[in-house]
T-cell receptor
Framework: QKEVEQDPGPLSVPEGAIVSLNCTYS??????FMWYRQYSRKGPELLMY????GNKEDGRFTAQVDKSSKYISLFIRDSQPSDSATYLC????????FGTGTSLTVIP | GAVVSQHPSRVICKSGTSVKIECRSL??????MFWYRQFPKQSLMLMAT?????????EQGVEKDKFLINHASLTLSTLTVTSAHPEDSSFYIC??????????????FGPGTRLLVL
């Protein structure tokens, strides 16, 4: 079983939709959780990080962690074409583990 | 947030030549740096992990004699692709582990280097 599972998509949504991106994990020792955004031909950029269960908001983005279910989500409200990218989740225990990334396209 | 730079951003070379890619952490000290490889529309593939002052740890299937990694300081790591061949053409991304402004350890990525071997 992989440490981190992430649906690769691709996911296409109309502009303005709410997007939900998800990852599941198997290691209960993970302490920190992160989301990265990677545009085509660019390196990943850190979007959000959190270390506790619950929600964390930053503008149109909300990161949610449910440690009891070993499940994390990234919600994007009022999605924009500029949000089109690949989103990777990452988890930190004794080392970093990355999801494979979900490709998102927001259609104008 | 923390910044990681890579140089060059793009390189084209002839088959058989060697190419060096630099990765620098600009405003934090990175005791650990990582090198990834990414083919089009595929996920990041970890090649190796390097700690400052010690030998890099390579992932299974990655030739350490072909991909030379040097982590000479807390802010600089280099990847040298020796005797490059067309199949080495890829997007190489470095990453540095450090502490965010909130003193939480996280990992920052460089912008990537696109290598094309003719």
């Amino acid at each position: 079983q992989k440490e981190v599972e992430q649906d690769p998509g691709p996911l296409s949504v109309p502009e303005g939709a709410i997007v939900s991106l998800n990852c599941t994990y198997s290691n209960s020792a993970f302490q920190y959780f992160m989301w990265y955004r990677q545009y085509s031909r660019k390196g990943p950029e850190l979007l959000m990080y959190t270390y506790s269960s619950g929600n964390k908001e930053d503008g149109r983005f909300t990161a949610q962690v449910d440690k009891s279910s070993k499940y994390i989500s990234l919600f994007i409200r009022d999605s924009q074409p500029s949000d089109s990218a690949t989103y990777l989740c990452a988890m930190v225990g004794n080392q970093f583990y990355f999801g494979t990334g979900t490709s998102l396209t927001v259609i104008p | 947030g923390a910044v990681v730079s890579q140089h060059p951003s793009r390189v084209i070379c002839k088959s058989g030549t060697s190419v060096k890619i630099e990765c620098r952490s600009l405003d934090f000290q990175a005791t650990t740096m990582f090198w990834y490889r990414q083919f089009p529309k595929q996920s990041l593939m970890l090649m190796a992990t390097s700690n400052e002052g010690s030998k890099a740890t390579y992932e299974q299937g990655v030739e350490k004699d072909k991909f030379l990694i040097n982590h000479a300081s807390l802010t600089l790591s280099t990847l040298t692709v020796t005797s490059a061949h067309p199949e080495d053409s890829s997007f190489y991304i470095c990453s540095a582990r450090g502490f965010s402004t909130a003193a939480q350890e996280t990992q920052y990525f460089g912008p990537g280097t696109r290598l094309l071997v003719l």
